[in-house]
Nanobody, 124 residues
Framework: QVQLVESGGGLVQGGGSLRLSCAFS????????LGWFRQAPGKEREFVAG????????YYGDSVKGRFTISRDNAKNTVYLRMNSLQPEDTAVYYC?????????????????WGQGTQVTVSS
């Protein structure tokens, strides 16, 4: 069973930056498309970013375009989310997700494996 473990969350001031990491294990990393989602209290889980198996195709949610960057290192079995110009509305639990497929998914229902999440809090 694929395992995903996120790290790198924390408290940051508005305008600051963070880099989240998600370590993948118990599978062949390069066979999986990956995504980052987030969920704020009282809200549905929201697509943030997705990346193809070899990293050449990426997708972003409208609210993070131009500020966040998803990347992956297939040698380290890790996917990253670089978050710049953070705003209080970016406060949420951020989840990493994986699915063994070719096309990148933006829907939570299409991902079979999920991490436990990491909290990101942005102060104003």
């Amino acid at each position: 069973q694929v395992q995903l473990v996120e790290s790198g969350g924390g408290l940051v001031q508005g305008g600051g930056s963070l880099r989240l990491s998600c370590a993948f294990s118990r599978g062949v990393f390069s066979w999986y498309v990956l995504g980052w989602f987030r969920q704020a209290p009282g809200k549905e889980r929201e697509f943030v970013a997705g990346i193809s198996r070899n990293g050449d195709t990426t997708y972003y949610g409208d609210s993070v375009k131009g500020r966040f960057t998803i990347s992956r290192d297939n040698a380290k079995n890790t996917v990253y989310l670089r978050m710049n110009s953070l705003q209080p509305e970016d406060t949420a639990v951020y989840y990493c997700a994986a699915d063994q497929d070719i096309a990148v998914h933006i829907d939570t229902r299409d991902y079979h494996y999920w991490g436990q999440g990491t909290q990101v809090t942005v102060s104003s």
